[in-house]
């Protein structure tokens, strides 16, 4: 994905600055007597690095045991700091130090697809696997965190990867990658550009002719993972679901159960990290669609960044158990479209509104007929109005 950087950086001219290091910690070793700057048995060693390779240089000191205290410009400007570095920043008192993620900004528009491939997988371990349903609810959904440090597993928001589960099928092959959306930013929950996490339910019905309870491989694999346990990862896929770019979006999302897995890291991108070439001041909606209020996913985090961006993020619940339409009948997230639907549609005519659906393919009609009706009342027809924001990348749908 960012194999050009450092070739663009250097005809730049950022790219051609000097910056001096001023690292301490370095062990004298078979690979630090190859640098070529010396190591002093004490204090500080400093290291003269270019713009274009601050990065590498900052990844290899730290490989080699170093810690970089601070940096400099050659020419005297006023320090920076590379990308992806932390940052102790004193307090008032001196006493306190607070650390400060500088995340990468993107370097290129290329999209990372099948970094890894079913035939030559990353192997990457469970750091993370907890329950998200809460007393009440129904079924099992499960928060997943893997770490992806070991190789050079990147992604974008609404993307997903493969996971391959062990063991074979009833005819003794390996089984088959299943894909699930991711739900972290690219740069992780814990914000390292490590990890990757995903939303997975397990997938649980009565057979037709049986009546046994069947259950789903792959997702009964992961529901199970233990922490410390290896997992079997391909990918990254898909480019229908990626986020915007533009900081002054109208982003509508349409979700129900597990697909919310993408909505969660568009919302953490936009709200709870904190991004020098990316600062979300549009306007999320999320319409989220679940059967009881215990199976709201991620809602201690959902209802927080509601409360603390009032002007940015609208949250709306469509508990089909628990909440009513005014006929009687249940309320699903095509409920509540067409509850807004005048509403809805004047957003989508604007030129920066997008519209994700993620979940269930039962809403997609019901929605499509409420949006049909909409256009007719405005002597406009639905189709060519939803070809036209597919041609502008504005519709994306991805249901099952």
């Known amino acids: 994905m960012y194999g050009q950087s450092s070739t663009l950086a250097q005809n730049t001219e950022s790219g ?11 062990r004298q070793n078979n690979q630090t007597d190859r640098l070529n700057y010396s190591l002093r048995r004490s204090g500080s060693t400093f290291v003269t690095v270019p ?56 370097t290129d528009n290329k999209i990372p697809v099948n970094i890894y491939k079913p035939k030559t997988p990353f192997t990457g371990k469970c750091l993370d696997n907890y329950e998200l349903v809460r007393e009440g609810g129904t079924g099992t959904v499960r ?65 037709p002719e049986t009546n046994e309870t069947v259950y789903g491989v792959c997702s009964s694999y992961l529901c199970g993972l233990e922490t410390g346990a290896d997992v079997t990862i391909t990918g990254p896929v898909g480019k229908e679901m990626l986020l915007p770019d533009d900081e002054d979006a109208t982003v509508v999302m349409l979700a129900t159960g597990t697909g919310i897995a993408p909505f969660r890291a568009f919302l953490w991108r936009m ?17 989220f669609g679940i059967p009881y209020s215990a199976n709201i996913l ?39 479209v067409s509850e807004y639907a005048d509403e809805l549609f004047e957003m989508i005519q604007k030129p920066k509104t997008h519209v994700y659906m993620c979940g269930l393919k039962g809403m997609e009609p019901p929605i499509s007929e409420t949006f049909t009706q909409e256009a007719e009342k405005r002597d406009m027809h639905w189709d060519d109005l939803r070809k036209q924001m597919k041609k502008e990348h504005r519709w994306h749908v991805e249901v099952y």
């Open 16 to 26: 051609s600055r000097m910056f001096i290091y001023e690292v301490v910690g370095l």
């Open 271 to 287: 709200f709870k990290e904190k991004h020098e070439g990316y600062q979300f001041k549009g306007l999320a909606w999320l319409i």
């Open 298 to 336: 991620y809602q201690e985090e959902l209802e927080k960044l509601a409360a603390e961006f009032p002007d940015n993020f609208r949250l709306t619940y469509a508990i089909s158990r628990e909440q009513q339409n005014e006929d009687g009948s249940k309320m699903y997230v095509q409920s509540r």
């Open 143 to 207: 928060h997943l965190t893997f770490d992806l440090s070991g190789g050079d597993l990147h992604y974008l928001e609404g993307q997903s990867i493969g996971i391959i589960p062990p063991g074979t099928d009833d005819n003794g092959k390996p089984h088959k990658l299943r894909l699930y959306s991711i739900a972290s930013t690219r740069h992780g929950d814990r914000e390292d550009n490590k990890t990757v996490s995903l939303c997975v339910r397990q997938l649980e019905y009565q057979h």
């Open 51 to 106: 713009y274009s390779r601050m990065n590498e240089e900052m990844q290899r000191i730290l490989r080699l045991g170093g810690k970089i205290v601070s940096i400099k410009p050659l020419s005297g400007e006023p320090p920076t700091q590379p990308a992806g570095t932390t940052t102790s920043v004193p307090s008032s008192d001196d006493t306190v130090s607070q650390t400060m993620i500088v995340h990468p900004k993107p």
